[in-house]
T-cell receptor
Framework: AQSVTQPDIHITVSEGASLELRCNYS??????LFWYVQSPGQGLQLLLK??????LVQGIKGFEAEFKRSQSSFNLRKPSVHWSDAAEYFC???????????FGTGTRLTIIP | DTGVSQDPRHKITKRGQNVTFRCDPI?????LYWYRQTLGQGPEFLTY????????KSRLLSDRFSAERPKGSFSTLEIQRTEQGDSAMYLC?????????????FGEGSRLTVL
């Protein structure tokens, strides 16, 4: 069965500091991986996705993620966070045929001045 | 606004009552998904439609749950005889098949509170 693990429930980072959110997946076929962000009162928004090719993918808002097949990981990074990045971040895996995604439990990001 | 819209945004009901949620997807999207999100958890897949056909249902979708998309546009999710365990955020999302983007466009959700 497919699954996604986000080991960090809550992370606090100072504004301007770098960020890495961890994601590990278990998937029986070629994984298609996603990071979504959920801000309070707003719907989930896609940050970036990995289907194939270059294992370092760029997304919106200055985020990037690296796919490491050997580690079954797809960690999200940002070199310098902004206060507006405070939100809940979800990693997800799914098939190419449709968007029936399996989400992780999320990581809540708090930004301090 | 041409995004995914859901109605109502918040519903409070008593146990045993029926509730219905509506979702209007992005107009050109032919796929429509329902997910459920409980506190501290990520969204969980419930069901999805391609046009008017319901292609897959999760085991989470008990017999008390029914979803429709009669004309391939808006969709409704009905919960009969609600239970306190049904309290959750019900998320609707849409996508366009064939684009190979895998991107879901989510609505803001309908929060259900069962007393």
């Amino acid at each position: 069965a497919q699954s996604v693990t986000q080991p960090d429930i809550h992370i606090t980072v100072s504004e301007g500091a770098s960020l890495e959110l961890r994601c590990n997946y278990s998937y029986g076929a070629t994984p298609y991986l996603f990071w979504y962000v959920q801000s309070p009162g707003q719907g989930l928004q896609l940050l970036l996705k990995y289907f194939s090719g270059d294992t370092l993918v760029q997304g919106i808002k200055g985020f990037e993620a690296e796919f490491k097949r050997s580690q079954s990981s797809f960690n999200l990074r940002k070199p310098s966070v902004h206060w507006s990045d405070a939100a809940e971040y979800f990693c997800a895996v799914g098939p190419l045929a449709n968007e029936k995604l399996t989400f992780g439990t999320g990581t809540r990001l708090t930004i301090i001045p | 606004d041409t995004g995914v819209s859901q109605d109502p945004r918040h519903k409070i009901t008593k146990r045993g009552q029926n509730v219905t949620f509506r979702c209007d997807p992005i107009s050109e999207h032919n796929r429509l998904y329902w997910y459920r999100q409980t506190l501290g958890q990520g969204p969980e897949f419930l069901t999805y439609f391609q046009n008017e056909a319901q292609l897959e249902k999760s085991r989470l979708l008990s017999d008390r749950f029914s979803a429709e998309r009669p004309k391939g546009s808006f969709s409704t999710l009905e919960i009969q005889r609600t239970e306190q365990g049904d309290s959750a955020m019900y998320l609707c999302a849409s996508s366009l098949s064939g684009t190979r983007t895998g991107e879901l466009f989510f609505g803001e959700g309908s929060r259900l509170t069962v007393l």
